[in-house]
């Protein structure tokens, strides 16, 4: 079984190869508002590198958002062309649960613009709060010292922490979720009038 992962919803393009339970193709770089010139190539390269044609691909995995406009639509529309035209099923994740898969405790923080950020609480590998895109006024007395931020942790005077995204995407296919129709796949945006309301 290989399938072909992708995000393309914050600043890095991220690609994996996994056969079976192996990762044998990887890409992870910075691309801000790059990822759709530089893609194919780096698909390309990967797909060749591993050995690997587009036929061997048995199934697509992306992240379905949040996170930018421009970016979310870049995977989702590669992968929908790619599994309506093979009849490939289709996977999704949220952009936070993928990044969180590795650190079973964590607050994750990707950078919204507008002094925002989307965030989601992690304990026990299970999110606890709900995905939001919020100011960071109001996040900011809710995070401890202790707390381990994954993501763009700079946000709130800390370090940033990318975490390996092939590894993530290895690590949460529990959490996968099977699109029943490729064609009503949408993507997850909260950048709304009513998504940035201010949280309490």
Request: glycine residues 4%; aromatic residues 6%; charged residues 30%.
């Amino acid at each position: 079984m290989i399938t072909l992962c992708m995000d393309t919803c914050h600043i890095n393009l991220a690609l994996c190869l996994i056969e079976d339970q192996t990762i044998i193709g990887r890409v992870q770089k910075p691309s801000w508002k790059r990822q759709s010139e530089e893609i194919f190539p780096c698909l390309m390269d990967m797909m060749d590198k591993a050995g690997k044609k587009p036929e061997d691909i048995d199934q697509v995995v992306i992240t379905r958002g949040p996170g930018s406009y421009t970016g979310v639509r870049i995977a989702m529309t590669i992968a929908k062309v790619f599994c309506a035209t093979r009849n490939r099923p289709l996977y999704t994740i949220g952009t936070l649960d993928l990044y969180a898969a590795l650190t079973p405790d964590c607050v994750v923080l990707l950078d919204a613009r507008g002094q925002r950020a989307y965030t989601a609480r992690y304990r026990n590998g299970k999110r606890v709060t709900e995905t939001a895109a919020r100011y960071l006024k109001d996040m900011a007395p809710e995070i401890k010292e202790d707390d381990i931020l994954i993501g763009d942790g700079h946000l709130l005077n800390r370090p940033d922490r990318i975490p390996d995204l092939a590894a993530c995407f290895l690590a949460s296919q529990p959490n996968w979720e099977k699109a029943e129709n490729v064609h009503l796949v949408r993507p997850e945006y909260l950048k709304s009038s009513e998504a940035y309301r201010r949280v309490r």
